[in-house]
């Protein structure tokens, strides 16, 4: 038997729709060859999938999975399929801050016998409008959703995801680390949620201290709920490879309130062998220091000169440098670096450089908020670090 013909991209009768769950489990299937990382088998990767749905993020419709259909044809065909996720989100306009949704895109996959045919394409265009107004109650507003683009920035941009500042630093486990650093403890999920509170309410200051004549300005919230999603997924991983999970869930420098600095990690295992180290990362979900609300990615990665903080997050960095010795990985790595970050990862490492990535993970982002939106001129977007990836 041949196979199933198939539509023109522009039909009128393809629609997103939820997908069935054996459509679902297939697009898992199919995906899982390309995106299971350390896993030991496609198996292994279906399983956490359903594990993530589980999610305090993901229950009660925060996660919504999407596939592209052709409506009118009598055998029904997964087109294309992605993720969303509702994600709580701030913006600054006009001297007030406001509380919105916003809706993180992942797991965009057409199978391998649909490719090139333009169904993504389709696929993103009908999800740019549905999002906007996607499961809003009363008084609710989506301004924007965002994605991170493993494909370069054409792609996306042509579909209304304008690409963003996207750059980083990392520290490799591979060198001696100083002896004289700020004393730093580590952290463990049970605190998390009162950080995540504090940090919420830094992200909040930052936004309202803002000049008067500043664009308009969005932020994701990194609230417990992102960041325990995060952890899942490495603990899956953990058991799955190690036996074992990362109870160190990020690094503290610090004692009175008002004055700490902290990081949350996540680990990333990418290595399909458990022994090897190379590609596996542990990243700073976020950075926090609890005295300064008023900071910027820098832009002139050479151009840093050490601040009080500098010490505090190189001994944040070293801690982490354990951690990626104790668990396979590779280098300890942070997003959108601030001029901060830079100093310590230097102090630590002098070759260190910030680098700006053109081909993956591209942080990207469409506007509602005006009539003419989808242009990056519109809006600025900050705290753009790694628990805004999905």
């Known amino acids: 038997m041949g196979s199933l013909p198939l539509p023109e991209r522009d039909s009128p009768t393809l629609t997103l729709v939820q997908p069935t769950e054996d459509e679902k489990i297939a697009q898992w299937k199919l995906n899982g060859t390309?995106?299971?990382?350390?896993?030991?088998?496609?198996?292994?990767?279906?399983?956490?999938?359903?594990?993530?749905?589980?999610?305090?993020?993901?229950?009660?419709?925060?996660?919504t999975l999407w596939v592209l259909v052709d409506i009118a044809a009598k055998n029904r065909q997964v087109l294309c399929g992605c993720d969303t996720y509702r994600k709580?989100?701030?913006?600054?306009?006009?001297?007030?801050?406001?509380?919105?949704?916003?809706?993180?895109?992942?797991?965009?996959?057409?199978?391998?016998?649909k490719r090139g045919k333009g169904y993504a394409g389709r696929m993103m265009k009908e999800l740019g409008k549905i999002l906007k107004t996607w499961k809003l109650a009363d008084g609710e507003q989506c301004?924007?959703?965002?994605?991170?683009?493993?494909?370069?920035?054409?792609?996306?941009?042509?579909?209304?995801?304008?690409?963003?500042?996207?750059?980083?630093?990392?520290?490799?486990?591979?060198?001696?680390?100083?002896?004289?650093?700020?004393?730093?403890?580590?952290?463990?999920?049970?605190?998390?949620?009162?950080?995540?509170?504090?940090?919420?309410?830094?992200?909040?200051?930052?936004?309202?201290?803002?000049?008067?004549?500043?664009?308009t300005t969005v932020a994701l919230t990194p609230d417990v709920?992102?960041?325990?999603?995060?952890?899942?997924?490495?603990?899956?991983?953990?058991?799955?490879?190690?036996?074992?999970?990362?109870?160190?869930?990020g690094a503290l420098v610090g004692t009175e309130k008002g004055g700490r600095v902290w990081a949350i990690f996540t680990r990333m295992w990418y290595n399909s062998d458990p022994k090897a180290t190379n590609g596996n990362i542990l990243y700073f979900l976020r950075l926090?220091?609890?005295?300064?609300?008023?900071?910027?990615?820098?832009?002139?990665?050479?151009?840093?000169?050490?601040?009080?903080?500098?010490?505090?997050i190189a001994a944040i960095i070293a801690f982490a440098l354990n951690q990626v010795k104790e668990w396979g990985m590779e280098e300890v790595q942070a997003w959108n670096p601030t001029a901060d970050v830079v100093a310590a990862a230097k102090y630590l490492y002098p070759e260190a450089k910030a680098i700006n990535r053109d081909e993956e993970s591209i942080a990207s982002l469409m506007w509602y908020g005006t009539e003419t939106g989808n242009n990056k001129e519109d809006v600025d977007w900050i705290e753009c670090e790694k628990y805004v990836w999905c």
């Open 225 to 249: 709920a992102t960041i325990r999603w995060l952890h899942a997924r490495e603990e899956f991983v953990g058991r799955e490879v190690y036996h074992k999970v990362p109870d160190i869930k």
């Open 88 to 113: 709580k989100a701030m913006m600054w306009k006009d001297g007030r801050v406001k509380d919105v949704v916003s809706y993180g895109i992942g797991s965009v996959f057409c199978p391998p016998d």
């Open 143 to 215: 301004l924007f959703t965002t994605l991170y683009s493993d494909i370069g920035k054409k792609f996306y941009a042509n579909h209304g995801w304008n690409p963003y500042p996207s750059s980083y630093i990392s520290v490799p486990a591979s060198f001696t680390l100083p002896q004289s650093l700020p004393a730093v403890r580590a952290l463990y999920a049970p605190e998390l949620a009162e950080l995540c509170t504090i940090d919420e309410n830094l992200v909040r200051q930052r936004l309202e201290l803002l000049p008067k004549d500043s664009k």
């Open 288 to 312: 926090v220091i609890e005295d300064k609300v008023t900071d910027e990615p820098t832009e002139k990665p050479t151009d840093f000169q050490e601040s009080k903080h500098t010490l505090a």
């Open 34 to 63: 390309s995106w299971k990382g350390a896993l030991p088998n496609v198996e292994s990767y279906v399983a956490r999938e359903a594990y993530l749905e589980q999610q305090e993020l993901t229950r009660n419709g925060g996660l």
